[in-house]
Structures are given as C-alpha cells and as structure tokens.
C-alpha cells in the first residue's frame, strides 16, 4: 500500500495550531485576522505533505497506533515563515557605515560618498562564486533558525553582466541544495555602478540587450526587481527595465518610495507589478491605485528599525484600503542585517500598528502568494507542503510579544525535521 511507503509524522497536542486556512488568494482588510486558529491541535503528515489538521482527539481517531508521533504540548505550531525580500548574497559587511550612522551620518549622505551599495559592491565582486555559496549557505542557516522555510533572494551586488550572473547562479546552488526553497530574482538595476557614472544609459543598454537575455536563456531568474529610488534608478528608467524583463517572461517586483517619493509605487501598479516593496513614503492616491491593480505590498520594517528611522511605512492605511500586505525582513547589509521574521513581526505590531494575527498572515500566507507559492505553501491546509514550524508559545502572540527572543524550537520543509533545537544544543555540549 502507498500509505506504508509515506513517512508519516503525527504532531499532537498543541497549544494551537495556526492553520491560516481560508481562500485560495492573499488575504485583504478583516481577513488578516483570520488565523483558523484550532486550540489543542494536531497535524499529520504524510510524506512531505500535510494529510490532516484538526482537533488533536479528531485526526487521532482515525490513526493507527503505531504513526510516529510528536508530542507538540506547550508549543504553538504554524506555517513556515515565507521572505519575501532578501538580498542575501554578498561579501563583507557594512559595520562602518553602521557606525558611522551612530555617529549622526545619513544613508544617504554615506551612499553619495561613495559608500553605501557600492561598498558591498566591491566587496563581492572581489569574491568568488565558492566563497560567496558558502557566506550565503551559513547565513541560511540562520534563516532556517528563526523559522523561515522559503525566501526570495535578489542578486544586485555585481552591477556587470558576469557578476550578476554569477550572484545568480550562486543563488540557484542554494536552491538545489535546498532545504530551504529559493525564489530567484534579478536586481541588476540596484544602482548605477561606478564605471557608468558618466553614462548611465549605457548601463541600462547592458541590462537591457546583455544581462536580461543571459539570465532568460539559462532560466536564471523569476522576478525582476529595480530600485527606483533618489540616487538610484528613475521612474522612467524604471519603466523601461520593467518592459523588457517583462518581455522576457519575468514578473515584476519594485523597491519603491523608500527613500524619496518617485512615483513608483503607481508604476508598479500601472505596469501590474506583482509587489511593490518599502512604500515607507506612499500616498494615499498611491494606496487607491496599488488596490485597483491588486499589487502586493511589501513592508520592510527592519530597514527602518537598523536605520533609525520613525517613518514606517502606513500599514493600516494599506490593510484599510484592501492592499493585501506582505512582511519581509529586507536581509541585507547596509539597512537591514536581520534574518529574523519573529523581530520584523515584532516591529510590525509595535511601529506600524499590525496586530499580531495581521503579522502572522502577512509573513506567511500572504507573503507565499506574493511570490506566486500561495496555493502550495503558506498556510497548514490538507494536501499543502508539510512546511511548518513548532514555537516555544502558548499563545501565537507570545511570538511578536517576546521580541528579540528566538522561540522556535523545531522547523519541518517538505515534511522533514530540518532543525531542532535541542539536536544543535546536544551537539554544542558534546
Ligand atoms: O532594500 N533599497 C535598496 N536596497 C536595499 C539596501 C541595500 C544596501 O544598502 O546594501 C534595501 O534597503
Ligand atoms: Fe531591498
């Protein structure tokens, strides 16, 4: 019989079970507080999907005694944290700048000295593929820890048509080894680098002609991202980029009004982006047509936490007006150093005003569909991936509540055990 062959993995008693179960899309306004939340619950799992998810009395009626099972009592268990945005490939750090921001410097005054961006640049440019696979693979690790099971990660710290593709191809490694799953984006357009300072429409040329059939060809990415910003990338120049990666079958993603406003927040609503990201700067106009094209949006509070900034982007004008919202951690090394989903939940519930349930729902289901995963993975539904997380909570909000503590205890990808605590505090001690 099939059922024999699966391995199967009964997880019972929890505290609750969050299971986000709900329709078959991002969720909008009331319904980011619906967490199908089930009190003393149960998941089974079958192979690496999630077979039943109830009641612990009522899936365990139905069991054969001999399942393998797992006693979940004291623990809060949910879906996989899903990040929606990181730039999690790169050399170096930025610890300078960090402190040169404490000393009273502004992002903006370090980029346009030359630093900012362009410091990473250099720095993984200088680097090999190996060196950059293995800095990347380390820090997934710290990913896994804190609960995240899929992530997007941008390329964006080569600037040149053979850097980015290597940054690329980087990141495909880290996808076939898994066990994290990986989303690909390309972000050639991070900024101008130094080389086409004199002319920057020679650098668009380069993406445009080179780099976007390049990375079609080889498949080397899913979305592409611009960071239409001051001292960036310009709207138009924007526009331009967008239609030709669209041309080549990718689908769009925007770093807009995050620094300044531009305008590309309506862009990305114009050119029927899938998510708009950062929006710390959007207006209310902006906000309508955002809704209107069904853009997704993507709030990145630890940007403006490691910057110092009391800006954060308007979440309950967003969730208000129907923008179905995203939470991501924006992981990169010059304004948002954290891996942590648990801390930008945090952020989200104490600077922007998201109530837990909103945060969870952001972070999870909400995040899967902005990355076109919603119908697979994002909520503990009968027959989605096995992709779930056991949290040292009795009550799902204890996890924004204890900020800055890591409350995950076991991660499942595809229903296997990937981390557990107390398997890396044995190996610690011995
Ligand atoms: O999302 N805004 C552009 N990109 C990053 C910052 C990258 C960096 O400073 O290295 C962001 O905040
Ligand atoms: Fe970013």
Known sequence: MVEQRLRSLFIHSAAQVVTLAGPRRPRVGREMEELGLIENGAVLIEGDIVAAVGPADEVAAALPDTVKRWDARGLVVLPGFVDAHTHLVFAGDRVQEFELRARGLSYEEIAHRGGGIRTTVRQTRAASEDELFELARHRLRWFLAHGTTTLEVKSGYGLSRQEEVKLLRVIRRLQQEGPLEIVLTLLAAHVVPEEYEADRSAYLRMIIEELLPDVAREGLAEYHDVFCDVGAFTVEEARILMEAARAHGLKLRVHA??????????LAAELGARTADHLDRVTEADIAALAEAGVMAVLLPGACFHLGRRDY??????????VPVVLATD???????????????ALACTQMGMTPAEAITAATINAAYSLDRGHRVGSLEVGKQADLILCEASDYRHIPYFFGVNLVRAVFKRGRLVYDRAREEQAFRE
Not at 331 to 345: A, D, E, K
């Open 331 to 345: 992981f990169n090394p010059g304004t948002s150093p954290t891996p942590s989903m648990p801390m930008i939940l």
């Open 257 to 266: 009004e995050q620094l300044a406003h531009t305008g590309a927040a309506r």
């Open 313 to 322: 982007p308007p979440a309950r004008k967003l969730i208000e007006a129907g």
